[in-house]
């Protein structure tokens, strides 16, 4: 089955898909429908990485203009594709960061490595992929940190959302730590790895049907976190508690059990990017629209959450 969900993947054209418990349950509109001001192609790191093109450190920025900029929180958004496709500006993604920016969060949309082994045929090699990929998001965090008055960043309120192998890296970048996360993926040298979790103070995740890769990491954090998945999605299972990726209502019963804020919306009828039939070259208008309605219910999740100051 995970050559199936893996060829899948590959055919991707990345549309990150937000879904929900019922749509008529949502609510109807965004809450503020400001201008969005974007600048293209900046970068988070200006140190070279050895094996690690440039291009790999630029993100997109996203802005809601027509006010006075107090300090924002900050959504950092990560793309799918299974960490072998993908990038910052691939179809919906541009689209989940304007609508945030619409509604008072700044939001950069990110690029980070992608694999050069096989992670859409081996999942050791999709999780590897992911241990690497969070090493250029751990250098945005501190990129946006250092950075915080020049873009407005409230770096009290950054949040990190992401769809597919997006919404994974946001998963693994706060529950386990970097060591546990090293074990899992079998790397030799684990002496220089941190043993702490979430050091980076994140303050909430939203996971665009992604995964988690061990369900016992979630004790290591009281992070809230709102997952959204389709329940037909193939291609990242929702509900299968046999692993090697535990999806949306796998990690709800578990934050639930463990006291961590969460919210849960899955559009049954749907599966992966919330398409009907899963077409991997592109979704239509109605597909945006779960798109647009899930992402109202994100914002309400955040602006819920005690200290959102919203």
């Known amino acids: 089955m995970l050559k199936i969900i893996i060829w899948m993947l ?3 054209v990345l549309h990150p898909a937000l879904s929900g418990q019922e749509a008529a349950k949502l609510s109807p509109a965004i809450h503020k429908d400001l201008p969005v001001a974007i600048r ?16 790999y450190h630029l993100f997109d920025w996203y802005e809601g203009g027509g006010e006075k900029r107090p300090l924002k929180p900050l959504v950092i958004l ?4 299974g960490f072998k496709l993908g990038n910052k500006a691939t179809d919906s993604t ?7 920016a619409r509604n008072g969060y700044s939001c950069a949309s ?16 999709l999780a590897e992929g992911c241990f690497d990929a969070l090493e250029d998001l751990q250098l945005a965090i501190r990129y946006f940190k250092q950075n915080w008055q020049e873009y407005s960043i409230d770096t ?7 769809n597919s192998a997006g919404g994974m890296m946001a ?21 220089g790895l941190s043993k702490s979790c979430n050091p980076e103070n994140i303050f909430a995740i939203i996971n665009y049907w992604g995964a988690i890769y061990d369900t016992a990491w979630l004790k290591n954090s ?8 389709g329940g037909k999605d193939r291609v990242v299972p929702n509900a299968e508690n046999k692993g090697p990726l535990y999806g949306s209502e796998i990690i709800h019963r578990n934050a639930v059990l463990l006291g961590i804020p969460n919210q849960i919306l899955v559009y049954k009828e749907f599966g992966h990017e919330l398409h009907r039939h899963f077409n991997p070259l592109g979704a239509g208008g109605k597909a945006r629209r779960r798109w647009q309605e899930a992402t109202v219910q994100a914002i309400e999740f955040l602006n819920g959450l005690p200290g959102s100051a919203k």
């Not at 541009?94 to 945030?100: D, M, T």
């Not at 990110?110 to 090699?125: G, H, M, Q, V």
């Open 94 to 100: 541009p689209f989940i960061a304007k609508a945030f």
């Open 78 to 81: 990560m793309h799918g594709g």
């Open 222 to 229: 009281k992070v809230p976190i709102m997952t959204i998945h």
């Open 110 to 125: 990110i690029n980070y490595r992608r694999s050069r082994k096989r992670p859409l045929a081996r999942f050791e090699d």
């Open 156 to 162: 009290n309120r950054i949040i990190l959302a992401g």
């Open 10 to 12: 590959l055919l991707q």
């Open 40 to 55: 293209q192609n900046l970068s988070y790191n200006s140190i070279p990485v050895q094996g690690v093109h440039s291009r």
């Open 171 to 191: 998963l693994q970048a706060v529950y386990p730590s970097r060591y546990e996360l090293g074990l899992f993926t079998q790397k030799q040298q684990l002496s």
